[in-house]
């Protein structure tokens, strides 16, 4: 009777010790909720005083000072 409790205790550690294993890839990292841009939605670099390159620069997008 002792070696049946003892193999169940077993089971039930090596049980409990997986089922965190398994939802382990299902949770996901909540980020920064979204911000409405408005009508700033279409600006690539939006800027409030200056605005400087140092290179090549290729923008997708409107470019406002």
Request: charged share 15%.
């Amino acid at each position: 009777m002792k070696r049946l409790k003892n193999r169940a205790a077993f089971g039930l550690l090596v049980l409990g010790s997986l089922i965190p294993l398994t939802f382990a890839g299902s949770i996901v990292a909540a980020g920064p909720p979204a911000v409405d841009l408005g009508t700033a939605d279409s600006y690539a670099v939006l800027a409030g005083d200056a605005i400087r390159n140092t290179g090549a620069t290729t923008l997708h997008g409107d470019l406002g000072l």
